[in-house]
């Protein structure tokens, strides 16, 4: 493959502040995406972490699943012929995590699905945006109008003042609890709050007319708690609180139970459930529930202070020549001042507190299997 | 009397007699952002020119830095475990990473003095 170069990358509504900014620009999901301003991936991560950061997530796909029929309970049901969550069940007003899966039961993209009263809002991975648009036109045409938002861009405002930060230009945003989901006026602005993130911290992504986008951004970022955080901070944060990154700690190859997000499923589409099965790959992700799966997504921290990457290969002891699984996602955690990392094992070798080893640069380094998320979430419940 | 030569993978070496003290250059970690760990070679360890002598890693890649020229490991920089950021804040100064006992002088031909590595860079 040809690498992408730098004319055929596109441009989120924001491509300019970033450049004036002084972002970093580098090619991401066929974007042209700042890894991070002047003040660097650390400060950019820390500051997150104490005050606030301001993310352009404008490569994401936002679509709205409106139902011929008018009632947003039809798309709904339609929606979970493709997902294994309890669509039907989230209220106005509210968002609930997703993932679209295939007949194999692995996982095609995960999502975010908010139900706005009239119909469905989504937001899918910026790689798998085309892809998931056309699998939503093949299998829910009939019931739905798939609405493409490609002219609304996407910002992120997350950590602890993040709440302080957006109070002044929305009034709701206040009284929001994590997963609340809506339109609402910022700055004026009509737009799309949802008190969400991928970072761990309490905070909003707002869905913005892309005309009116660097508009709000540039007044967000005039207060002084909150800086423009780039893509290379946003991994670390993410990382940290044990979020998964689509194509790298889940794929087509991996299915909920493996990639350890049962939570995700909800009881009413499990074996016993209301409205049990009835997604694709439901056989062997139900399987997976009944019996287990034979591989599971842990998290791994190491003693020294060597990152180990996404590949390594991992081994049960310091000696041994097959590897029992690889690291899907691993670096700095830099609010942990140590290395954090996570990555598929036996589900036998997955307890909290195994030891294990992973290769890097030949050199078995001892890592144990932690709880995630390795930073305490602090979302607004 | 120190001469100070640059690599084109962005190496300094200030060589004193028949030892080079090697560290990257300010505008390597400039490119690398916030080092968070720097594995440094073993002493004794002698080192071939161009094989990876060190690694630098940064919050989200890994890098190697070369041995510029071949010869044996004399001492590392203590420092830089307590410490990774210095490559950061010194990266031409305090944040060396070792120093080697050059086998053979002629292999200094092929770098570059601080005009040229500057012009490299620009």
Redesign the interface.
């Known amino acids: 493959m040809l690498a992408p170069d730098q004319d055929s990358l596109k441009r989120t509504p924001l491509h300019d502040l970033h450049v004036s900014l002084g972002g970093k620009m580098v090619p991401f999901a066929g974007y042209d995406m700042p890894?991070?301003y002047p003040a660097?991936?650390?400060?950019e991560?820390l500051h997150t972490r104490t005050s606030a950061g301001l993310f352009d997530v404008s490569h994401m796909g936002q679509i709205a699943l409106r139902p011929k029929s008018g009632k947003v309970e039809d798309a709904a049901r339609a929606l979970e012929r493709l997902v294994p969550q309890d669509i039907v069940a989230i209220a106005p007003g509210r968002q609930r995590y997703a993932q679209f899966t295939n007949a194999d039961g692995g996982i095609l993209d995960d999502l975010m699905v908010a139900n706005f009263g009239d119909h469905l809002f989504l937001v899918v991975n910026a790689a798998c945006k085309a892809e998931d648009e056309a699998h939503l036109r093949a299998h829910l045409s009939d019931d739905c109008v798939i609405d493409s938002l490609a002219d609304r861009a996407l910002v992120a405002v997350q950590g602890p003042k993040a709440e302080s930060a957006l109070a002044k230009f929305c009034a709701e945003a206040p009284a929001m609890k994590f997963m609340d989901a809506g339109p609402h006026k910022v700055a004026g602005l009509d737009c799309f709050v949802s008190r969400s993130g991928y970072t761990g911290e309490d905070g909003f992504e707002i869905s913005v007319p892309a005309a009116d986008a660097e508009r709000l951004a540039k007044t967000l970022l005039e207060n002084p708690d909150v800086l423009p955080i780039g893509l290379?901070?946003r991994?670390?944060l993410r990382l940290e609180a044990g979020l998964c990154l689509y194509g790298h700690d889940i794929d087509t190859a991996t299915t909920p139970v493996e990639a350890a997000l049962e939570w995700s499923v909800q009881k009413s589409r499990r074996i016993g459930g209301a409205r049990a099965g009835g997604f694709p790959g439901a056989e062997k992700i139900l399987a997976h529930f009944d019996q287990g799966a034979g591989r599971r997504r842990v998290g791994l921290r190491a003693e020294g202070?060597?990152?180990v990457?996404e590949g390594a290969l991992l081994f049960a002891d310091a000696t041994s020549a097959a590897p029992i699984g690889t690291v899907t996602s691993g670096?700095?955690g830099?609010s942990l001042n140590a290395?954090v990392a996570m990555g598929y094992v036996p589900t036998a070798l997955g307890a909290l507190g195994t030891s294990l080893f992973a290769e890097v640069?030949g050199q078995r380094l001892p890592l144990t299997v932690a709880a995630m998320p390795f930073v305490k979430n602090t979302y607004k419940r | 009397m120190t001469t100070t030569l640059y690599t084109s993978d962005h190496e300094w070496l200030a060589i004193e007699g028949d030892v080079a003290t090697v560290g990257i250059t300010d505008y390597a970690q400039q490119q690398l952002g916030d080092v968070v760990f720097v594995e440094l070679p073993k002493l004794g360890r002698v080192l071939k020119k161009a094989e990876a002598a060190a690694v630098v890693e940064s919050v989200k890649a890994a890098s190697d830095v070369y041995a510029p020229v071949t010869g044996e490991v004399l001492e590392t920089n203590a420092a830089l475990a307590a410490e990774p950021a210095l490559v950061n804040t010194d990266a031409q100064g305090a944040a060396w990473f070792f120093k080697i006992k050059i086998a053979d002088k002629s292999e200094l031909g092929g770098l570059m003095d601080e005009a040229a590595y500057k012009a490299h860079t620009a």
């Open positions: 890894v991070q660097g991936v650390l400060k991560h290379g901070a991994d670390s202070r060597a990152p990457r670096g700095f830099p290395p640069r």
